[in-house]
């Protein structure tokens, strides 16, 4: 069976995130259907990160196993033709070799948080950016994110119900920045462990607010505890950028 992947952008609002659930639609669940009408038959569709409800994708991986060969351009189309009028786009869809896996060969996730530091409420933003009203030091917060780069033990920052293996994750790139009434947050690593990237990021702002001071932030990374974690961010400010093989 010819395997193809794919690369993905979805709004995550309307869904239970992108597992197949019982409680509701996934991003995953709609991608099937959409093979199923395309190919005649019943298909997996692996993705290569989970996202939790609520959460967006510019640029998710997928593969999928189909029963023979199409053109690269009408899997493509078919998907997006059958997905209509969901927020969910196929970008692109491209043949792989059969031992391409979107979750297992990835050797690299990116991941953007958005947060709008104003006191007016959200229009354009609502349900694509996390509202923080009070006034964020972005240069503190850049200053505590990188107590937590490199190879760590993030428990605190990992979700009770995580099923990883090992709390222990490397994390490269966490950095912050403000951009006029914006502030980014932008992190990279192999993987992630579940919520750990809401988790950091809601930490975070308890330092750009003065709750926290970095000495903080490195005292709740030690103490290996959820119950150390700051606040959770809402899901609705983050966004799979881009996945690396």
């Avoid at 990116?110 to 947060?115: S, V």
Wanted: hydrophobic share 40%; proline share 4%; charged share 25%.
């Amino acid at each position: 069976m010819p395997r193809y992947k794919l690369t993905i952008e979805y709004d995550g609002r309307p869904f239970c995130g992108w597992q197949v659930q019982e409680n509701g639609p996934s991003i995953q669940g709609a991608l099937e259907i959409a093979a199923r009408a395309l190919c005649g038959e019943a298909v997996r569709v692996n993705g290569a990160g989970r996202t939790d409800a609520g959460v967006h994708a510019l640029g998710q991986v997928a593969h999928v196993d189909l029963p023979k060969p199409y053109r690269a351009d009408r899997v493509r189309d078919a998907f997006n033709a059958h997905l209509r009028p969901q927020p969910i786009a196929v970008l692109a869809a491209e043949p792989v070799a059969d031992d391409f896996d979107a979750r297992f060969s990835a050797v690299k996730r990116h991941y953007r948080y958005r947060i709008v530091n104003r006191r007016a409420d959200l229009a354009l933003d609502l349900g694509h950016a996390w509202r923080v009203a009070r006034r964020l030091d972005a240069g503190a917060m850049h200053a505590a994110a990188q107590r937590l780069v490199g190879r760590h033990d993030f428990t605190t920052f990992r979700d009770t119900e995580c099923q990883a293996r090992s709390p222990e994750k490397t994390l490269d790139v966490l950095d912050v920045a403000r951009h006029g009434d914006e502030i980014t947050v932008t992190t990279s690593a192999r993987s992630f462990l579940h919520s750990q990237v809401r988790s950091m990021v809601g930490s975070l702002v308890w330092v750009g607010e003065g709750r926290w001071s970095a000495d903080d932030l490195s005292a709740a990374l030690a103490a290996r505890s959820r119950a150390a974690c700051g606040v959770v961010a809402p899901p609705e400010g983050l966004y799979l950028v881009r996945v690396d093989y």
